[in-house]
């Protein structure tokens, strides 16, 4: 059973009664006024079979609870734009089916747990807009379905893009980017410029080499220094009256 209560006005605290409607695999109640901690909603985490969970765009505080390890069954979680504190829980690396994980826009704090490389159904990871810190994990690189890894301005990530970073470790020589399409480095403290990774020079990621477009995709082509897919959206943008700065070909 979905149970779809997004885009309303509701306030308050979530109520601990979801545990009573264990049959509900789809809870979105995104875009509310939703606020509290998730702690007090402890059914949400122990008595429940999600495999889609949305809360985002809300006014929760607090912590991720290390709790969420019991959804075991999901498949995507969007925690985004409320203002969660404290560390992602490493216990995230427990959801073994899960594929899409969005905790951007929040005020999420420490490194990016190296476990979450255990996560091997991941196509989506945005942690963008928060407050992280340390180098991003190599192991990131060799992860098979990452499709988007998104951790941008968040200015205490720091290092450059290990030489490891998109290789397969059996391939010494060869660049393997598997299935990243998007790495969206901008606004934290990562020498891009001198990260010695030929992922960058041959899948030149937007908003690293394109801050003046808000772009949300992987630059493949360019001539004479410009960037070809760039410009072709620019013009696009253009002719639509969206102007420059709203260029988006997520």
């Not at 790495?183 to 020498?191: F, K, S, Y």
Request: glycine letters at 8%; hydrophobic letters at 35%; charged letters at 20%.
């Amino acid at each position: 059973m979905d149970l779809k209560l997004g885009n309303n006005q509701f306030s308050g605290c979530v109520p601990d009664i979801f545990g009573k409607f264990a049959n509900i695999k789809w809870l979105d109640l995104s875009n509310n006024n939703l606020s509290g901690t998730l702690d007090e909603t402890p059914s949400l985490f122990t008595r429940m079979n999600l495999t889609t969970l949305l809360l985002d765009h809300n006014l929760f505080t607090g912590s991720i609870p290390e709790s969420i390890r019991n959804l075991t069954s999901l498949f995507s979680l969007s925690l985004a734009h409320n203002q969660f504190t404290g560390p992602i829980p490493a216990t995230l690396s427990s959801i073994t089916f899960i594929k899409h994980i969005v905790l951007n826009n929040n005020l999420l704090c420490g490194p990016i747990p190296a476990s979450l490389i255990h996560l091997t159904s991941l196509t989506t990871l945005r942690l963008q807009g928060n407050k992280l810190t340390g180098p991003l994990p190599p192991e990131f690189g060799g992860m098979m379905r990452l499709r988007l890894l998104d951790i941008s301005h968040n200015p205490g990530i720091i290092g450059s893009l290990s030489t490891k970073f998109g290789r397969d470790p059996k391939k010494k020589d060869e660049v393997d980017t598997r299935a990243l399409k998007e790495l969206l480095l901008n606004g934290t403290g990562m020498d891009v410029a001198k990260n010695g990774n030929m992922l960058l020079d041959k899948y030149v990621a937007h908003k690293v080499q394109h801050n003046h477009m808000q772009v949300k995709r992987v630059c493949k082509t360019k001539e004479g220094g410009r960037c070809v897919e760039c410009e072709e959206a620019r013009v696009k943008n253009e002719e639509r009256g969206n102007g420059e700065n709203l260029v988006d070909l997520e």
